[in-house]
């Protein structure tokens, strides 16, 4: 059941430390050879040319969605809307500090790759513009203020973004493929106390951990027309 899961998962978190850790040291040493956003969505750019001649997409940046959080959400999505296909997927690296401006900097920097359109929570426009990259916020808005254990941060936020994901897909043009891409993720505080709960925030991001560097870059399609 959900409370099992939550056990597991808080089981699980003890290894964090030490995972974190080896991580870190692993990648010490590589930074500046370290796939980033930019150099991934211009590989899929190119294969994408590559094999079908053609490449038009809409960018869609998740603030804050980190890879395990967005695997979570691609099979809701896959549940949702079997129409729904995966195209390519890879893992990226956030620069360090992990937080949102440090990464804008460096995008714009290595790539003029700025997201610029905000994106209510809940809401898909009508017509999204293929030539803008588009920002979802409302996710590290709530890793910033939540206090829920892992398990249900999780559930909460994959069931509200495979939504509006999914909204977002119905509404794209034949042809067009949605990029799904994020700026950092994040981890759980370890000086956070339950038994205190409001002094210090649950989650963060900004560090080294792989739950923070780790983020998606993912392009999915429709397979077929859907009807309204």
Same mark, same amino acid.
């Given at each position: 059941?959900?409370?099992?899961l939550e056990e597991?998962?808080?089981? +699980?978190?003890?290894?964090?430390?030490?995972?974190?850790?080896?991580? %870190?040291?692993?990648?010490?040493?590589? #930074?500046d050879?370290?796939?980033?956003?930019?150099?991934?969505?211009?590989?899929?750019?190119?294969n994408?040319? +590559?094999? =079908?001649?053609?490449?038009?997409? /809409?960018l869609?940046?998740?603030?804050?969605?980190?890879w395990? $959080?967005?695997?979570?959400?691609?099979r809701?999505i !896959?549940?949702?809307?079997p129409?729904?296909? /995966? @195209?390519s997927e890879?893992?990226? *690296?956030? *620069?360090?500090?992990?937080?949102?401006r440090? =990464?804008?900097?460096?995008?714009?920097? &290595?790539a003029g $790759?700025r997201?610029?359109?905000?994106?209510?929570k809940g809401f898909?426009?009508?017509?999204?513009?293929?030539a803008r990259?588009?920002?979802?916020d409302?996710?590290?808005?709530?890793?910033?203020?939540s206090?829920? %254990?892992?398990?249900?941060?999780?559930e !909460?936020?994959? &069931?509200q973004?495979? %939504?509006?994901l999914?909204? @977002? $897909?119905? =509404?794209l043009? +034949?042809?067009? /493929?949605l990029?799904?891409?994020?700026?950092?993720?994040?981890?759980?505080?370890?000086?956070?106390?339950?038994q205190d #709960? *409001?002094?210090?925030p649950? *989650?963060?991001?900004g560090g080294?951990?792989?739950?923070?560097? /780790?983020?998606p870059?993912s392009?999915?399609?429709?397979?077929?027309t859907?009807?309204?």
């Open positions: 059941g959900e409370h099992g597991l998962c808080g089981q +699980a978190s003890g290894c964090l430390p030490w995972f974190n850790e080896l991580f %870190s040291r692993g990648i010490a040493d590589q #930074k050879r370290l796939p980033r956003v930019p150099s991934r969505l211009q590989e899929q750019e190119t994408f040319l +590559a094999r =079908q001649g053609d490449c038009a997409r /809409l869609v940046c998740v603030d804050a969605l980190s395990p $959080l967005w695997t979570r959400t691609r809701r !896959e549940q949702q809307m129409e729904a296909r /995966l @195209i890879q893992i990226a *690296y956030a *620069y360090l500090p992990s937080r949102t440090n =990464q804008m900097e460096e995008w714009v920097k &290595t $790759l997201p610029e359109a905000r994106v209510e898909a426009p009508a017509s999204l513009e293929t990259v588009h920002l979802i409302w996710v590290d808005e709530k890793i910033h203020t206090r829920e %254990s892992p398990f249900f941060l999780f !909460e936020i994959s &069931t973004l495979s %939504s509006q999914v909204a @977002i $897909l119905r =509404q043009p +034949a042809g067009v /493929l990029g799904v891409f994020a700026d950092h993720g994040f981890t759980e505080n370890p000086s956070f106390d339950p #709960k *409001y002094r210090r649950r *989650y963060r991001h080294d951990s792989a739950f923070e560097q /780790l983020v870059v392009f999915l399609t429709v397979s077929k859907i009807s309204p």
